[in-house]
């Protein structure tokens, strides 16, 4: 491993206008990162990571690098770019385990986290750092939100998600509250009520977007969203249809091999595949097969009846009557994308949302409501990780500078 690492850090030109770095949602430092490691400095290239993303050994491993910053590295035009995600990766989960410091002075001042996603733990890490008493509301049993319920095993460890709470979470004196759903027994008026001085929406988007077509509703069919958040209850069959072609749709096809089933098919409405290339690449180099340009109409109990489609030039489709047919199939799974489950927003008063369910706020995170900020997927719909965590920085700030300001006025 350390010889592959460091064969790509020596690759790195030290580009003056890195491309890489702007190709990175969250602009980490590479040229830096890597010339710290060659330099036999590696905690100190760690801390850069960490500092910059608290969710770096998560990104390094997840994010879709092709796209980002391998794909604006300059070495990429005529050749291999610098493969960063294997550095990054190395870097941080070698620097990870020295992290012990505890927490800050506490300034004495709290602040709630609704939701344990990649938004919610970026803005509980980066609260803690500047001193606030910070607890995390948790609706399931352990955190992580889509890292640990969404995102496949072989795709992302659970330990990863295991090593975040203990040492960015525990280790700064970050409560964690789990099997708590806000706006249930405890709503935001609640946690006014009890001295928190703001607080921070980050539940994500767990309602599945449904077909809305006839068999919906029979027992062989599954949402992608509910199938990955637990895919050992799942009793599919040998041959399973997955509705879908996104980045979920492979996971969930991926996962479907590994459980035991033997003929996984995407249906696609588009020659294009929304999944990422490295996505799409792993998931037919095991087995998944794709059909393009197919419309599910009906969900049967023996499978699912598509219509095709022709695809034009200004990316609109025309449907073919009379080309129906019947794909046999033990199992359905649903993967359309999700949205947001409203129940924060139907119990608080002043808390606005777009006709998507989705909360409003404005780019510093800021929502109708003074005092609640939201970040993440429950604001913009399903996005990367990595998008998430630069947005929540942002929001970050404008929650302890909203803090200060009250305090001031208050004096």
């Not at 890195?18 to 490691?37: A, D, F, H, R, S």
């Not at 990870?96 to 509980?124: E, F, H, L, R």
């Not at 119990?347 to 998507?356: E, K, S, Y």
């Not at 929502?367 to 929540?392: H, K, L, M």
Request: glycine share 10%; net charge neutral.
């Amino acid at each position: 491993m350390a010889l592959h690492v460091m064969d790509e850090a020596n690759r790195c030109l030290g580009c003056k206008k890195p491309q890489c770095q702007k190709g990175c949602p969250i602009n980490t430092p590479i040229p830096e990162v890597i010339k710290l490691l060659k330099d036999n400095k590696l905690d100190e290239a760690g801390w850069m990571l960490f500092e910059n993303n608290p969710l770096t050994t998560v990104c390094s491993l997840i994010c879709n690098h092709e796209k980002q910053c391998e794909g604006n590295c300059v070495l990429g035009k005529k050749g291999a770019p610098v493969h960063f995600s294997v550095i990054e990766n190395y870097i941080s989960s070698t620097y990870a385990s020295k992290m012990t410091k505890g927490p800050a002075p506490s300034n004495g001042i709290k602040v709630a986290i609704v939701g344990s996603g990649p938004a919610g733990i970026t803005i509980a890490i980066l609260m803690a750092r500047k001193g606030y008493q910070v607890t995390i509301f948790e609706s399931k049993d352990k955190i992580g939100g889509i890292l640990r319920y969404g995102i496949p095993e072989f795709r992302l460890p659970k330990s990863v998600i295991d090593d975040i709470q203990y040492r960015h979470l525990e280790l700064k004196g970050i409560k964690i509250r789990p099997n708590t759903k806000i706006g249930a027994a405890i709503g935001v008026e609640d946690l006014f009520r009890d001295g928190y001085k703001a607080i921070f929406i980050g539940t994500g988007v767990w309602k599945a977007n449904t077909l809305k077509i006839k068999g919906e509703s029979f027992g062989h069919v599954h949402y992608a969203i509910n199938y990955l958040n637990n895919p050992d209850v799942y009793k599919l069959g040998e041959k399973v249809i997955v509705i879908g072609a996104g980045n979920a749709a492979m996971d969930v096809a991926r996962t479907a091999m590994r459980h035991g089933s033997r003929e996984v098919t995407c249906f696609s409405l588009s020659r294009k595949i929304t999944a990422s290339d490295y996505e799409f690449s792993y998931a037919q180099l095991e087995g998944v097969d794709f059909e393009y340009n197919k419309k599910p109409i009906e969900i049967t109990d023996d499978g699912v009846i598509f219509r095709d489609l022709i695809e034009q030039e200004d990316g609109s489709f025309t449907e073919i009557e009379g080309s129906e047919k019947l794909y046999p199939a033990n199992s359905v799974i649903i993967s359309i994308s999700q949205g947001p489950q409203n129940q924060i927003v139907n119990t608080t008063t002043g808390l606005a949302a777009n006709d998507r369910g989705l909360l409003i706020a404005d780019e510093n995170g800021q929502t109708s409501r003074p005092g609640i900020f939201a970040s993440g997927d429950v604001v913009n719909g399903a996005r990367t990780v990595v998008e998430a965590v630069a947005y929540s920085k942002r929001v970050a700030e404008a929650m302890h500078e909203y803090i200060q300001s009250n305090l001031e006025a208050a004096e």
